[in-house]
């Protein structure tokens, strides 16, 4: 009598591009059945250290940023230690001479009273101009200084608040993208779940088969010996 043998169906390859069929051969019954394997990990772990690369590039220039700040600070604040205090407007007294005094006083005669004040006002010298200070000097230089400082000050402020924003846009974007790539791998679990019940159930079904193969097998194996002996 022939022998019997059953042929086992190979279960259809997923359609998922990302999940990956490998077939696998039962070591008992020699029934062969498939395995997936998921490759969204993968591509998922390069995304995400891609964007903690970008992350932290940004915060490298943000801190760069932060520095040239505060050296901009510490710079006007020495040009403020540095300017010299005004000084207090000369009094007319201190810019005047002292009256010349005549030796021949006492052997000329003594002059009259209008002759007395006129002369005391020919001989009074005009007074002095003021001598300007040096700090009136240095003042358009501190001024253009000063205001150098502020605008590297505002462009530093302003370079700041950019990337700030630029960071926080980042941030919100990773998480989003986090977010997304987590739900699109618990889908992925849980549809390769499903699949590997559906083949945990087939591979049930064809063990079950092959069991009821080899009976009949041993049945007809016993009959055949019967009618052998009769």
Same mark, same amino acid.
Do not use: W
């Given at each position: 009598?022939?022998?019997?043998?059953?042929?086992?169906?190979?279960?259809?390859?997923?359609?998922?591009?990302?999940?990956?069929?490998?077939?696998?051969?039962?070591?008992?019954?020699?029934?062969?059945?498939?395995?997936?394997?998921?490759?969204?990990?993968?591509?998922?772990?390069?995304?995400?250290?891609?964007?903690?690369?970008?992350?932290?590039?940004?915060?490298?220039?943000?801190?760069?940023?932060?520095?040239?700040?505060?050296?901009?600070?510490?710079?006007?604040?020495?040009?403020?230690?540095?300017?010299?205090?005004?000084?207090?407007?000369?009094?007319?007294?201190?810019?005047?001479?002292? +009256?010349?005094?005549?030796?021949? =006083?006492?052997?000329?005669? %003594?002059?009259? @009273?209008?002759?007395? /004040?006129? !002369? #005391?006002? &020919?001989?009074?010298?005009?007074?002095?101009?003021?001598?300007?200070?040096?700090?009136?000097?240095?003042?358009?230089?501190?001024?253009?200084?000063?205001?150098?400082?502020?605008?590297?000050?505002?462009?530093?402020?302003?370079?700041?608040?950019?990337?700030?924003?630029?960071?926080?846009?980042?941030?919100?974007?990773?998480?989003?993208?986090?977010?997304?790539?987590?739900?699109?791998?618990?889908?992925?679990?849980?549809?390769?779940?499903? +699949?590997?019940?559906?083949?945990? =159930?087939?591979?049930?079904? %064809?063990?079950? @088969?092959?069991?009821? /193969?080899? !009976? #009949?097998? &041993?049945?007809?194996?016993?009959?055949?010996?019967?009618?052998?002996?009769?």
């Amino acid at each position: 009598m022939p022998s019997m043998s059953a042929a086992v169906p190979t279960p259809n390859p997923p359609d998922d591009p990302y999940l990956r069929v490998q077939a696998h051969t039962c070591p008992k019954c020699g029934a062969e059945y498939a395995h997936t394997l998921d490759e969204h990990n993968d591509s998922d772990k390069r995304r995400i250290s891609e964007l903690e690369s970008q992350i932290r590039l940004l915060t490298e220039k943000a801190t760069s940023a932060v520095d040239k700040l505060t050296d901009y600070e510490d710079e006007l604040r020495r040009l403020k230690s540095t300017q010299p205090p005004p000084e207090p407007p000369r009094s007319s007294t201190d810019t005047e001479a002292p +009256r010349p005094t005549t030796s021949s =006083s006492t052997s000329a005669p %003594k002059p009259s @009273r209008f002759s007395s /004040l006129l !002369g #005391a006002r &020919r001989d009074t010298p005009p007074p002095l101009p003021p001598v300007p200070s040096p700090s009136a000097q240095q003042q358009p230089d501190l001024r253009a200084a000063l205001e150098r400082e502020q605008s590297l000050r505002a462009a530093a402020e302003g370079k700041l608040t950019a990337m700030s924003g630029e960071i926080e846009d980042l941030s919100v974007q990773l998480f989003q993208q986090a977010n997304e790539m987590v739900a699109t791998e618990r889908k992925a679990r849980a549809k390769l779940e499903e +699949r590997v019940a559906v083949l945990e =159930s087939r591979d049930d079904e %064809k063990r079950k @088969r092959l069991e009821r /193969l080899e !009976g #009949a097998m &041993r049945r007809i194996e016993r009959v055949r010996g019967l009618l052998q002996v009769g």
